[in-house]
């Protein structure tokens, strides 16, 4: 499958501690779902934020 399992040091449910999380065979985290949809969101504020900038209001685009 091309993944590990391995130590991963960090906050999850408001505990710091070591976790065991999935690895790439090139070494990069895997996200669990909920950070994928951190990561989305945090990217669309962005774009609409920009799209605000260039004079293009995001609620009206298809």
């Known amino acids: 499958m091309g993944i590990e399992l391995g130590v991963w040091q960090?906050?999850?449910q408001n505990l710091e501690l070591p976790w065991l999380?999935?690895?790439d065979n090139q070494g990069n985290?895997?996200?669990t779902?909920?950070?994928q949809t951190q990561l989305a969101e945090a990217r669309a504020e962005r774009l609409a934020a920009k799209l605000k900038e260039l004079?293009?209001?995001p609620d009206e685009l298809v």
């Open 10 to 12: 960090g906050r999850y």
């Open 29 to 31: 985290l895997l996200l």
């Open 55 to 57: 004079g293009i209001n």
């Open 21 to 23: 999380r999935w690895w």
């Open 33 to 35: 779902g909920w950070e």
